[in-house]
C-alpha cells in the first residue's frame, strides 16, 4: 500500500513538473534568445524574417491633440507642433524601458565644396529651423472590401511662418550664428540680429506617415524602370514619406539637407541605457546621445553588405539596449529619392548621410540633389524588432518572474491536495 501510495505521488509530482514546463515556454520564449543569437538583426529591410500576420491598428488624437497609433507590437506619438514621433513596444507601458524619438528638426541649402555629398555646417548657404513654421496634423485610416484597417496614416503639412521658435540648439554650430562666420547674415533683418526665415515661406514640406497592417512590398522607380525594392513591416515599423516643392535654392549647384534628430533613451526608467550603433561601410560605429561630437559632419558610407558593387537599397542604423546588447529598434532610409521635374518626368537620385551628436540626440542630415523648380519625395522609416521586446513582468525570489512563480506555486498546490487525498485513501 504504501508503495502504491508512492508510486501515485511520484506520478502526480511528474505531472505538475510537466505543466509547469508546459504552461511557462510561452514566458521564456517570449524573451529568452538562444545562445547564437545576441539579439541583433543582421538583415535589411528587404530581407524580412519575422511571420507576416494581420495586425490591428487603431488610431485617435488625445484632448491636447497628439495623435496616436497602436498596434499590437508598436505604440507611436505624433506632436501637433512640429513632426516629432515617439515609439516604442506597446506591452512596455508608456516606453518606461525602451522609447524612442525621430524629429525632423531643420531643411538646410548648401554648397558641397568638399564633394563628398554630405552636408558640413560651414558648406551653410541657407536654413530654416522646421518649427519656423505653423503645422497641421491629419490622421485617419484605409479600410478594405470588408471594413477592416489595412493603413492607419498621418501627415504634417507646413503651413505658414510661426512666431515661436527655439534657436538655442544650433546656434553653437551653424556657421555665422557663433561669431565665426558672416556667410548667413541675410537671413538677418537689415539692422537687426533677428532672423527672417521668410525666403522659405512659399516652400511645400511634408512627412507623409504610414503603418500597415500586414508586409507592405515597395518599389522605388522613375521614368527608366524600377531602382530598388523595400520591405515596410506590418505593424511594428512606421514608414515616412518626406516631399519638397518649390525650394527657394540660391544656388543652381546646392544640395538640400533634412535634420533627422534622433534620441536613442527617451524612456523614463533610470534603468534604461541604449546606444546607436551606426552601419557604415567601413565597420559599426556606436554613439550615445550624452556624446558630444569634436567634428561636425561625418560622412555616414553606405553599406554594401552582398559585396556586389551596389549600395544596399535600404540603409538604417540601430537603437540598442546597451546593458544585453540587444537590438530593439531600427531607423532605416532608402538609398534613392524619386525627383519630380516640372515637365513631370522623374529620376531616382542618390541619398547620402552625415551625422553627429550634440551631447541630447542624433543630429542625423539625409542630403538630396537640387531639384530646381520641381520636388523630391524620399522614405524614411522607424520600427520595432520583436526579438527586442523588453521584459515587463515583475520578478520575485530568486529573480524568477512573478508569472513564474506563480506557475510553481500551482503545481506545488497540486501536489499537496494530491498528498492529502491520497493519504484520505
Not at 524620399?378 to 515583475?394: A, I, K, Q, Y
Amino acid at each position: 500500500m504504501k508503495y502504491v501510495i508512492k508510486h501515485n505521488v511520484s506520478k502526480i509530482a511528474l505531472l505538475a513538473i510537466l505543466f509547469l514546463l508546459i504552461a511557462s515556454v510561452p514566458l521564456s520564449h517570449a524573451f529568452t534568445l538562444s545562445e547564437d543569437d545576441d539579439g541583433t538583426d543582421t538583415t535589411t529591410e528587404t530581407e524580412s524574417t519575422h511571420t507576416e500576420t494581420e495586425h490591428e491598428l487603431e488610431e485617435h488624437r488625445d484632448n491636447e491633440g497628439t495623435a496616436w497609433i497602436q498596434t499590437d507590437i508598436m505604440t507611436a506619438t505624433l506632436s501637433p507642433d512640429m513632426p516629432t514621433y515617439q515609439f516604442w513596444y506597446t506591452s512596455d507601458n508608456n516606453g518606461s524601458l525602451a522609447r524612442f524619438m525621430v524629429s525632423f528638426r531643420m531643411i538646410v541649402e548648401f554648397e558641397d565644396t568638399n564633394g563628398d555629398g554630405v552636408y558640413q555646417p560651414n558648406e551653410t548657404l541657407a536654413f530654416a529651423p522646421l518649427d519656423a513654421f505653423e503645422w497641421s496634423l491629419q490622421i485617419g485610416a484605409i479600410t478594405d472590401a470588408s471594413n477592416k484597417v489595412t493603413e492607419v496614416y498621418a501627415s504634417y503639412t507646413k503651413g505658414g511662418m510661426s512666431s515661436e521658435w527655439e534657436d538655442g540648439w544650433f546656434e553653437d554650430w551653424m556657421p555665422g550664428l557663433n561669431g565665426n562666420d558672416d556667410s548667413l547674415l541675410s537671413l538677418a533683418d537689415e539692422g537687426s540680429d533677428d532672423y527672417n526665415f521668410s525666403r522659405f515661406s512659399d516652400m511645400t514640406l511634408r512627412f507623409y506617415g504610414h503603418v500597415y497592417s500586414s508586409d507592405y512590398n515597395g518599389n522605388i522607380t522613375d521614368d527608366q524602370g524600377v531602382q530598388g525594392n523595400y520591405t515596410i513591416a506590418g505593424g511594428m515599423e512606421l514608414k515616412v514619406d518626406i516631399e519638397i516643392g518649390n525650394f527657394p535654392f540660391i544656388s543652381n549647384t546646392s544640395k538640400v539637407a533634412v535634420l533627422n534628430y534622433l534620441r536613442e533613451d527617451v524612456a523614463s526608467s533610470e534603468d534604461s541605457d541604449h546606444a546607436f550603433e551606426l552601419h557604415d561601410d567601413h565597420g559599426e560605429v556606436e554613439v550615445h546621445s550624452e556624446d558630444v561630437s569634436s567634428e561636425h559632419g561625418t560622412h555616414l558610407t553606405d553599406q554594401d553588405s552582398d559585396q556586389d558593387g551596389k549600395d544596399d537599397s535600404v540603409q538604417q542604423l540601430s537603437l540598442i539596449d546597451d546593458a544585453n546588447n540587444v537590438t530593439q529598434g531600427l531607423y532605416s532610409w532608402l538609398d534613392k529619392a524619386v525627383m519630380t521635374y516640372l515637365n513631370g518626368s522623374q529620376v531616382a537620385v542618390d541619398v547620402d548621410a552625415s551625422y553627429w551628436t550634440d551631447g541630447k540626440g542624433l543630429l542625423l542630415f539625409l542630403a538630396y540633389p537640387n531639384f530646381d523648380g520641381g520636388s523630391i519625395t524620399h522614405d524614411p522609416s522607424m520600427r520595432l524588432l520583436e526579438t527586442g521586446v523588453p521584459n515587463t513582468g515583475s520578478t520575485g525570489i530568486l529573480g524568477l518572474p512573478m508569472e513564474t512563480i506563480a506557475l510553481i506555486g500551482v503545481a506545488a498546490a497540486i501536489i499537496v491536495v494530491a498528498g492529502f487525498a491520497i493519504k484520505r485513501r
